[in-house]
């Protein structure tokens, strides 16, 4: 019997594999299945896993059945996969916008349920992950599932109806960042510095910064304060940013994101 079952090698499936045995996870507690044949063979002979020989047969070997099909595929999985559940299994489901009551609904049963919301991060073990669970969990399966899944990255529990908003913030916020990193470098480009150079400072300071805040446990108005000195370049910027509505405008996005991840998941 495996601890847990994956069920889709794609993208997050191999980052979820890679990065659980990468901090030690006993392959033998392992087993996985993808539908594209070579893909699964390829997985298996990257990571020395074992594949099992169906979705049903995963499921029937595995305590925990992990969830990483796209949510157009969760339909004809879970109609498939159904009639092997029973009380002690429990699925995690990683799938976006696919709510509680909906994978009830296709497995038509009463299931333990775990979702997980990842973000790319999960790729070099520094995801930030929002969890939510239902009533027919116990403390022991939520404590496990997050000790299995800590390699991943930081996780935070949330109450189930706030995973569209996790969504929005870590879900999309790479791509926040990423906006605000590209608008760092064209500003070091535009005040004289060579795109290259430019580059290598900007995500120099995010980096440095975000080790910066962790290692001296500093709250970030606090380290902010620490660099804007009276009459100096810093304040300066900052008053630019905040005329134009900078942290209004970022409040306002997330919100967008949260509102469309519930239009999506509706
Ligand atoms: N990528 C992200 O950054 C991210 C972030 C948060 C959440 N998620 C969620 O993670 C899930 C996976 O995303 P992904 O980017 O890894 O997708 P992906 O690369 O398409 O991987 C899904 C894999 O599952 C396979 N598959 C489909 N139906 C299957 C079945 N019945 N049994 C076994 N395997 C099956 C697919 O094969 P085919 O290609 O042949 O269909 C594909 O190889 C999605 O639900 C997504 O919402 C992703």
Known sequence: ????GILGLGNMGEAIVGALLGSGFDRKNLLAFELKKDRAEAMAKRYRISIAASAKDLVQKAKYVLI???PQDAKALLADIA???????????IMAGMTTSTILSMVQRPVKVI???????????EGALGMS???????????ETKKMLSPLGRIVE?????MDAVTALSGSGPAFLLAFLEAMIDGGVNVGLPRDKASILAVQT???TIATLEAEKLHPTVMKEMVTSPGGTTIAGLTHLEERGFKGNLIKAIEQARNRAKELSA
């Not at 019997?1 to 847990?4: E, G, P």
């Not at 979702?115 to 073990?125: E, G, T």
């Not at 949330?158 to 706030?162: G, I, S």
């Open 1 to 4: 019997m495996a601890r847990l």
């Open 68 to 70: 990483a099909v796209k």
């Open 158 to 162: 949330v109450r189930e109806d706030l």
């Open 115 to 125: 979702r997980v919301m990842p973000n790319i991060c999960v790729k070099v073990a």
């Open 83 to 93: 009639p092997a559940f029973d009380k002690d299994k429990l699925v995690i489901s």
């Open 206 to 208: 995010i980096k440095g």
């Open 133 to 143: 669970s239902n009533d027919l969990v116990s403390g022991g399966e939520l404590d």
